[in-house]
C-alpha cells in the first residue's frame, strides 16, 4: 500500500486548505485523515467509507468536509473556518479490504497569523 499526501502549508486563522491524498495497492474500505499535534496523541478527523458514509471529529464539525473518489482512490479534506488549534501533522489514514489500517507519512498544517 503506498499513500501520497499533498496540501498542507502555513494558513492564517479562519482561513482554508485542502488536503489530498492519493492511494494504491488495495481497495480500501474507509480513507480519511488523521492528525497529531505538538504533545498530543494521533486523533481522527475525518473518515469516509467506499459507501460514502463519513464520520468526523466533533472540533471539527461544520467546518471540514471530506470526499472521495472510489475510481482513483483519492480522498480529500477541504478544511475552513481554521483555528490555531487545527495546527498538526495530519496522516493519510486507510484501511485495506484485509482489515489493514495505513497511516502516510504526514504532512505539516499551520495556522498561525
Known amino acids: 500500500v503506498q499513500l501520497q499526501a499533498s496540501g498542507g502549508g502555513l494558513v492564517q486563522p479562519g482561513g482554508s486548505l485542502r488536503l489530498s491524498c492519493a492511494a494504491s495497492g488495495s481497495i480500501f474500505t474507509t480513507m480519511g485523515w488523521f492528525r497529531q499535534a505538538p504533545g498530543k496523541q494521533r486523533e481522527l478527523v475525518a473518515t469516509?467509507?467506499?459507501?460514502?458514509?463519513?464520520k468526523f471529529a466533533d472540533s471539527v464539525k461544520g467546518r471540514f468536509t471530506t470526499s472521495r473518489d472510489n475510481a482513483k482512490n483519492t480522498v480529500s479534506l477541504q478544511m475552513s473556518s481554521l483555528k490555531a488549534e487545527d495546527t498538526a501533522v495530519y496522516y493519510c489514514?486507510?484501511?485495506?479490504?484485509?482489515?489493514?489500517?495505513?497511516w502516510g507519512q504526514g504532512t505539516q498544517v499551520t495556522v498561525s497569523s
Open positions: 489514514y486507510v484501511v485495506t479490504v484485509w482489515g489493514g489500517e495505513v
Open positions: 469516509v467509507t467506499i459507501g460514502g458514509s463519513s
